[in-house]
């Protein structure tokens, strides 16, 4: 299958820009500043920018809800060995999808809207985002995997103020 040019002629056209101001052919695949931040992928949230930080300084790692996944894991675990990361930030957001619906009515607005059954997926919503939140971080710190003497600790990003809210985990 070819590439869908006409689907993403405004994403190329922007990246043709982007090439022609590029500024980063100095950075390693390296945490400069020791962090990686698991956050929600809701287009609301700049991780860098919320945090003070630019490219090449932190690895990001954003999912639906800001979980805590086996894959977040896997990918803590080589960060924390190979790319310079010895803090980790867990920042899940206010007013999140997965913190205002629960799994039956996303899998049943899902069915109604588009007719597919997704009941075979766990989208791992919450009903208290601090109580998920520390269980996430309870589940980063016990991992057996990641290297020692990595710090964990857990946010919430205020999507209405830009206001980093800690919690005691």
Known sequence: MSFPNEEFADVLLANEMFVLGFKHSELTGTARKGLAIVTC??????PLAVVGMKAGDAKIL?????????????????????????????????????????????????QQQFGVDTSSLEFRTVSNQQEALTEDVARIRSYPLLQKGVSVAGAIYNVSTGKLEPVDC
């Open 62 to 110: 954003r999912n639906a809800g800001a979980r805590v996944t086996d894959d977040v894991l896997r990918t803590l675990v080589l960060a924390s060995y190979l790319l310079g990361v010895n803090r980790v930030l867990v920042m899940p957001h206010t007013d999140c999808r997965m913190a205002i619906a629960d799994e039956a009515s996303i899998h049943a607005t899902i």
């Open 41 to 46: 992928m809701d287009s609301r949230i700049s």
